[in-house]
């Protein structure tokens, strides 16, 4: 089903972006290239569309309602 597969890429996607950013960001900061480097662009970018477009919470209960998953 085409409604799953994108449910479950952007609840995926929501949080692996905004993490991959942060952890780029950790890293140029440790070797001290933080603002030479757009990297800090990123991560407004992540966190951006995260707010955009709904964190990984809120794309996990769409997914839960698609497939019929109730909490107990």
């Known amino acids: 089903d085409t409604d799953v597969a ?5 609840a995926y996607g929501a949080q692996v972006a905004v993490h991959a950013a942060e952890e780029a960001l950790q890293l140029h900061g ?4 933080t603002w030479e480097h757009p990297v800090h662009l990123y991560l407004k970018r992540a966190k951006a569309d ?3 477009y709904g964190a ?3 794309h996990r209960a769409a997914l839960a309602e698609l497939v019929d998953l ?3």
């Open 6 to 10: 994108v449910a479950v890429a952007q």
């Open 30 to 33: 440790g070797i001290g290239m």
């Open 50 to 52: 995260s707010i955009a």
């Open 56 to 58: 990984a919470g809120t």
């Open 70 to 72: 109730r909490a107990p």
